[in-house]
């Protein structure tokens, strides 16, 4: 494999496009150069400094710090997914329905793909878990985001609907099924999309990634492809459990509405 | 089949300590100042909201059964009625042509559209949808609010007899006196913490 390196002067030159478009921001009186700027400086420092971890897990590579760093992406993904939420559920509920669906998921995903699938030895080598592990929780990150804003969303909204319809003797899960599925699908929309536009419209950033990293461009698309798959899976039953879940938190023993369970 | 339904020592919002019994076929007027505390009564009795004191039909206890079957049983109407399939038809459990004629509307009502609806048609769509499940109990939440004289008067003398055929004890929030005069058996007013039962003049 024949790859030419990048220096970090050539990153920097690289990054002059980015400080061309924040004068050009400024000048149209957008205001978000700034945010613009500190993204963009975010994006190098994150970046630099995650190499630095994957350089020193890849050289460790043991079970512990493989999984500990598995932990920390995990509990960063739940922060993400309950920022994202315009209303949540009060008492640590969001950050941790967020936290569950996606460590049901994401994590049962990962693992199954690589000990049945790809294989490497020992199964939970670095340089397939990690990446695996990211790209799955970074996706169904977003699925569970979109399921549950959607859904608390479409509580606060159609409260009175949901509410007639429990007055009128019908269970909890009747009164809010159309919502809980509303939310499933927002859920799962962004992925079937990009399944369907993939190579088409777009070609995914991984396999972009792979094939300027020197990779065949067969070998790219299969591992491509797999990605997809077990990103569609993940996002999908995480999506379901987060909804499942925080819907069933919306009522209570009574299954009663209990909006006063949400923040806004 | 009809029961009697028990308010024991209730206590929810402001009001405190709430006792009352409604026999079956008896309609029971409750009025009060807007903010007494009138609909968070008939959302506690339907369950919806937690209260105080016991609640029972008959020998049920609220608690006892879950939430959807009490709800089944003790149907509340709410003053503004939401609707969520596309036609009147569709949120029916059985067809009313019986109650769609004597409330105006027609056996084609069924398949009109919701969005249509003006709010009169919807308050008495809405109390044709409660009693097309056959509830044991009837607690209205000003159910002829939108109404004029006439359809209110049809309105009434409909549920009045519905009551007679079948027996069941409605609490009905009612503001106009001569509503109260002409549907009520007792009549009772919140004031303050209390319910304070009203003569019925003729």
Redesign the interface.
Known sequence: MNVIDLSWWQLALTSSLVLALAACTHIAHLGIGKSLLIAAARTAIQLALVGMVLEALFAVGSLHWVALMGLVMLLLAGREVMARQKYRLRGGWSFGIGTLSMFISAFSVTVLTLVVIIGPSPWYEPQYAIPLLGMLLGNTMTGVALGLDRLTESARR?R??I??????????TQACG?FRREAMRAGLMPIINSMAAAGIVSLPGMMTGQILAGSPPALAVKYQILIMFTVAGGTGFGTFAAVAICSRRLFD?????RMDRLSN | MASKLHLNRVAIGALEDINLTLAPGEIVCLSGASGAGKSRLLRAIADLESHGGEIRLGEQEQSSIPGHQWRRAVMMVPAESAWWFDTVGEHLDKPMSKALRTLGFSEETSDWPVARLSSGEKQRLALVRALSREPQVLLLDEPTANLDDETTRRAEEWLQSLIREHHQPVLWVAHREDQIRRVARRHFRIEGSQLVERELRE
């Open positions: 159609s009175d609907i509410e007639n319809r429990l007055m009128l003797g019908e269970t909890w159309d023993r009574r299954e009663r509405l």
